[in-house]
């Protein structure tokens, strides 16, 4: 079953406000990918962490990997009507013979009202 | 978007008919995936291939076969199209535990 929780379903903004999404893993992972997929198209890789506690970032968006590498954050600051889509986690489990696939979360889709 | 194609782009079909989806790239990735995207279930991996004719069960696997002759083609096959295989198909590909770079979808439709 799903062991990839991501937090919220569905978030509603107004242009110019941030917006976050957790992504919660029950077992330790080796390494979380974030994906973006805008309405009616396929899912693009944004960024991938690896290390505990790492954070990166691109623009506008700031990534999060946790100290235990079972949890996962993204951070849209001042969000813009290109930032509308579904934000995917997927993660890789710790561990051998589990690294082809990846567990992906439910996704988070976002709305943003200009 | 690592050079993958994915045909047809949309199909509708009648329930019992065998449907097959293509998926090819063009740059030698090693690994290749099938996933199928439903609303509120995600993106749900159907199978899985690590080579030439190395191919492996995703968590929703019923129902489906694949098949993989050539590094660059994936093929995807539905024995008996059933309604509940209505769906959007994403190929994806990758070289290992690093990114996967997904195709354009197929959106099939099974009346």
């Known amino acids: 079953g799903q062991q990839v929780m991501q937090i919220p379903q569905y978030q509603h903004v107004q242009e110019g406000e941030d917006f976050t999404t957790y992504c919660n893993s029950s077992?330790?992972?080796?390494?979380i990918q974030w994906y973006k997929q805008r309405p009616g198209g396929h899912p693009v890789f944004l960024i991938q962490?690896?290390?505990s506690g790492e954070v990166k970032k691109q623009k506008r968006l700031t990534f999060q990997f946790g100290e235990a590498k079972k949890n996962s954050s993204l951070h849209i600051t001042a969000t813009q009507t290109t930032d509308v889509g579904t934000y995917f986690c997927?993660?890789?489990?710790?561990?051998?013979?589990?690294?082809?696939?990846?567990?992906w979360g439910l996704g988070t889709s976002l709305a943003v009202n200009p | 978007d690592a050079g993958i194609t994915q045909s047809p782009r949309h199909k509708v079909t009648e329930t019992g008919t065998p449907v097959t989806l293509r998926c090819h790239q063009t740059?030698?990735?090693?690994?290749m995936y099938w996933y199928r995207q439903d609303p509120g279930h995600g993106l749900r991996l159907i199978h899985y291939s690590y080579g030439v004719k190395d191919t492996d069960k995703g968590e929703v696997s019923d129902g489906y076969s694949v098949s993989r002759s050539k590094t660059e083609d994936f093929l995807l096959t539905l024995e008996s199209a059933t309604s509940s295989q209505t769906s959007v198909y994403f190929c994806a590909v990758g070289r290992g535990e690093e990114t996967q770079y997904f195709g354009p979808g197929t959106r099939l439709l099974v009346l």
């Open positions: 997927a993660g890789r489990r710790s561990g051998a013979g589990n690294n082809r696939k990846l567990i």
């Open positions: 962490l690896v290390k």
């Open positions: 740059e030698n990735h090693r690994y």
């Open positions: 077992t330790t992972l080796s390494n």
